[in-house]
RNA sequence: GGGCGGUUAGCUCAGUUGGUUCAGAGCAUCUGCCUUACAAGCAGAGGGUCACUGGUUCGAAUCCAGUACCGCCCACCA
């Protein structure tokens, strides 16, 4: 045996271990004969660093994928990143920004050259940092959103729901993000309360040849700047202080043009001022009702939120700087009547945080009806479960009321819409450029290739992860549904559980289904493990701006993989956010060296074949063998219900208050004592038990202690060991050995008050002519027992366990007078409770309605309490004597 | 504005179909111990009117209704 230092040292464990599984490539699966147990990771963005959110959502992955493999299934976890369209596209910009290039000076191909370096330096560095955490992914699976394969599947699906006539390229009022410069979706917008002002205007009545009126109406509107674009005024056709406007026109302030006044049960009558200008190029709803009434679309502000020569003034300015200057100019003019503050609803990009501008544009479509209600079904009819449950409500309703989905994106960096216009404007859709010429070809023979210009943008990122459940296993299948599934996919798909963030519901897990449904006719996964968001610990979310964010691989450093992974654990229930603290990776950290200790306590116990076993150590031994099957039961049940910080908390329990401070302690020999062989082995094997157990959660010190606990041939690993099964056992051995546990809590409560030493042996006496595991309440709380008739004069401290008295014999050390108080407490409690139960047996109701075995438990009650009671009346007798 | 979820010890949370002495766990706190595996430890102790108000019931942390507060999702009444 070697020397064990005497405080755990992850660091010199952990690359250790880690290089030796990757060697013997125990992380890898092929499909075989067993039962496959699949989990696709949830792809962090290819440029992205490891953070908090990160560390929790892959220990669990890893502890779920550990876990099966321990059970006999065949593990497959994939690991591979996203190639985050908009999030690495303006990384790069502001990178090239820095260095004076803009991309639209490059151009296309130059930039994605750029794009491409960056993804090769910074992309993957966070899968690295996974393998720190100890993650256990099948690395030679690894994937990109934009490897080769997988781009053809995303394009090939493309095509696909083209040709099934799923998706149309429409002109549409889209969410126009003029930082990004490109559409985004509707649920790539968050809508914030935000302060502003509501302004109103004068419009003044035209006399019919463009000149004002003194008659004029007021509308309400928090965007002055686009009053220039405005193509109608609207009322209510019922709000009869509008009646008078019928048909007459207005002139818009500043520029004077002339706008008619239209009806339109849109407007609410008692919101603002009941007129509406309408601006049907810069607002949906102006938008739509522009459609219904026919009026122009007067676009005046560009794509990067600027006013045109069309606005005719404030031309160039920001809308936010034209905004201030017209209020000005309106007050000059005096058609500015009032302004109040107005706090309203303003869309925000998600990613740059710029606010939205509405905007008409031509993007591309996917239908969402069909994919929907197959997906929802998926849902409600359980095929695929959410944990927690709450999301299926959230997930319902989205998919109720999905809205077609706007995949194209102007970008640059990711798939490129596979749509190829001809010189008259009319385009065709084919996977490639061949194939978009042959079909150009049968609308006009004589295009030729370079007379075909491809669709400039790009697909929506989700539009490629949405696949990521097939594509890892065979990017084929995607864009085929007629295609055979390969090997890889027709034994791993459908996946088992998915672990990610409720934020991405919509965005990824619905579309995953969607696909899946789809090109599988399968679900893609079981169940969808919802984790909370990792916030600090007064709750706010973590963030590089507060710097309240951790770096995980400091942690790690300091603490030691396993810690970090407990510290997420402990404080994370499904679906609940997480309030890290760092004392949660201390309390991880503090519980590897308890194990470390207690592996050190017992290899180094020496064993001698001669030596006797101890009748203690032969209690502890039987109690310990039901214990564990016990807890491996409610371990297990924990786990099949996603609820794995129980299972943690539950096995920390077991390895440390039960096989530690119980078990050891009382199968342990004196100082310089020999143990017995058939204890030696049992506490081994259950010590191997426990590391089986918690392996899972904490790979590397297990692995660590499991190598040296036998002779281990190269290739061997505690990561294919089977997990522990529980077996039969007798509940009263749990049960006695309780007992005697409250036993020795009593003397220790007593050593604890009388300030008696340890060490210091005792006398035991319990009235009655029996009591189980008599010898390891005499090891552990250090006393002679002796049963007994009657207590008799003997002086000492009294206390009962259940209905059992006993006393701990003290020459000298008591006082009377605070023990006759004490029992005087004591017994008057148990008079109050007695009442109690008497009450309720007294109840005819309680009696006549209750089941037999409440009752009977009633009546156990006061028997039990008649009993206490008598005996401490006995006590309060003798103490007073 | 609509929907969903929550409120239990100082903190983070369990509490399964209402019924065992059910009011729990971990951490934190307090007291005493450097006892020969472990002070990242050992032993002991204190701490809650289960948000509030009513109702159903023999019996409510648990079921129902209302109120208050918190959180999340959806929704651009300009």
């Known amino acids: 045996m070697k020397e064990l230092a005497a405080k755990y040292s992850a660091k010199d464990v952990e690359d250790k271990w880690y290089a030796y599984w990757l060697a013997h490539k125990f992380f890898h699966s092929e499909p075989n004969e067993k039962q496959p147990y699949t989990i696709v990771i949830p792809p962090p963005n290819v440029t992205g660093i490891l953070h908090m959110g990160h560390v929790l959502n892959n220990t669990l992955n890893d502890v779920l994928i550990r876990k099966a493999r321990m059970d006999g299934k065949n593990a497959c976890w994939v690991p591979g990143t996203d190639h985050a369209s908009i999030a690495t596209e303006s990384k790069v910009v502001a990178k090239l920004k820095a260095q004076g290039i803009r991309k639209e000076d490059i151009g296309r191909e130059e930039f994605l050259k750029h794009a491409w370096e960056w993804k090769e330096e910074h992309g993957g560095i966070i899968l690295q ?67 502003s002002h509501f302004y109103h205007l004068k419009y003044f009545i035209s006399d019919g040849n463009g000149n004002p009126t003194d008659k004029y109406l007021v509308i309400a509107t928090t965007r002055p700047e686009t009053i220039m674009a405005d193509a109608a005024i609207c009322v209510n056709p019922k709000d009869e202080r509008h009646f008078w406007l019928k048909g007459k026109k207005v002139l818009i302030p500043l520029i004077n043009r002339e706008i008619p006044v239209i009806e339109d049960e849109y407007v609410e009558m008692d919101f603002g001022t009941g007129c509406l200008k309408v601006t049907p190029a810069h607002d949906v709803h102006d938008y739509e009702i522009g459609l219904r009434h026919n009026l122009p679309v007067l676009e005046i502000i560009d794509d990067h939120g600027k006013l045109n020569e069309k606005a005719q003034i404030l031309v160039g300015e920001d809308r936010f700087v034209a905004r201030k200057k017209i209020v000005k100019m309106l007050e000059e003019s005096g058609n500015l009547l009032k302004v109040e503050d107005y706090t309203s609803p303003v869309g925000y990009s998600e990613r740059t945080d710029a606010v939205i501008e509405p905007k008409l544009s031509a993007q591309w479509f996917l239908k969402m009806e069909s994919l929907a209600a197959t997906a929802l079904e998926t849902v409600l009819s359980g095929r695929t479960n959410f944990i927690p449950e709450k999301y299926i409500n959230t997930y319902r309703h989205w998919m109720e009321n999905a809205r077609d989905w706007c995949i194209s994106r102007q970008l640059w960096w990711g798939q490129r819409i596979p749509a190829y216009y001809l010189p008259d404007g009319k385009f065709v859709v084919a996977a490639t450029a061949e194939e978009a010429l042959q079909e150009a070809r049968a609308i006009n023979p004589n295009i030729k290739a370079e007379d075909l210009k491809q669709d400039e943008d790009v697909l929506d990122t989700w539009f490629s992860s949405w696949l990521w459940p097939i594509s890892v296993f065979d990017p084929e299948k995607p864009g085929h549904p007629d295609h055979q599934p390969n090997k890889d996919l027709a034994y791993y798909y459908p996946t088992n559980d998915l672990v990610t963030g409720p934020d991405i519901i919509f965005f990824w897990v619905a579309r995953m289904i969607m696909a899946g449904e789809e090109f599988m006719g399968k679900e893609p996964f079981s169940n969808v493990y919802f984790t909370g968001i990792v916030r600090d610990k007064i709750g706010r979310k973590m963030s590089k701006t507060l710097g309240n964010s951790p770096n995980p691989l400091d942690l790690i450093d300091t603490y030691g993989a396993d810690a970090v992974r407990i510290g997420m654990l402990l404080c994370s229930s499904a679906g609940n956010d997480i309030f890290y603290d760092e004392a949660q990776i201390k309390q991880g950290a503090a519980f590897c060296n308890k194990i ?60 440390w208050d039960d096989y530690c401070s119980w078990y050891l302690e009382a199968i342990k020999p004196a100082f310089g004592q020999p143990v017995d062989p058939e204890t030696y082995n049992k506490t081994l094997e259950y010590f191997e038990a426990l590391l089986k157990l918690i392996h899972p ?82 090891k552990m709380a250090g006393v002679n027992v002796e049963l007994v008739g009657e207590f008799g004069d003997a002086q000492g401290v009294g206390f009962m366990v259940r209905t059992q008295e006993m006393f701990v014999k003290m020459d000298g050390l008591v006082n009377v007078a605070e023990e006759i108080e004490k029992a005087q407490k004591e017994l008057e409690y148990q008079q109050k409770f007695l009442q109690g139960v008497r009450a309720k047996l007294a109840n005819e109701n309680f009696v006549a309605h209750a089941p037999a075995a409440v009752i009977e438990n009633e009546r156990k009650k006061e028997a039990d309490s008649l009993s206490k009671i008598e005996s401490l009346e006995a006590k309060l007798k003798s103490l007073k004597k």
Not at 622 to 637: G, H, I, M, P, Q
Not at 704 to 726: F, N
């Open 697 to 778: 959660v904490m790979p590397f010190i297990t692995e660590e202690l499991w190598q040296d606990l036998a002779e281990r041939k190269e290739g061997e690993t505690i990561m294919y060991a089977p997990t522990p099964k529980a077996e039969a056992f007798d509940p009263a051995v749990l049960e006695n050995f309780s007992l005697a546990a409250e036993a020795v809590n009593g003397v220790r409560s007593v050593r604890n008050q009388k300030n008696i030493a340890p060490k210091e042996q005792l006398h035991l006496l319990i009235k009655g002519s029996s009591f189980p595991c008599i010898p390891v309440i005499e």
């Open 596 to 655: 470390w200790n207690s592996y050190r306590l017992v290899k180094g116990f020496q064993v001698d074949a001669a030596v006797a076993q101890s009748p203690a150590a032969k209690l502890a031994i039987e109690w310990f063998a039901a214990k564990l099957s016990d807890t491996l039961a409610l371990v297990e049940d924990h786990y099949s219900k996603f609820r794995i910080s129980d299972a943690l908390m539950t096995i920390y329990k077991l390895f």
């Open 129 to 195: 940092q996974l393998k720190k955490l100890g993650c256990s992914c099948d690395w030679d699976r690894t994937r990109f959103t934009m490897e080769p394969a997988l781009s053809d599947a995303v394009i090939n699906t493309f095509v696909y729901f083209y040709k099934k006539g799923w998706i149309y390229k429409g002109v549409r009022m889209v969410n126009w993000d003029p930082e990004a410069l490109t559409a985004v979706s509707d649920d790539e917008v968050i809508h914030k309360d935000t302060k």
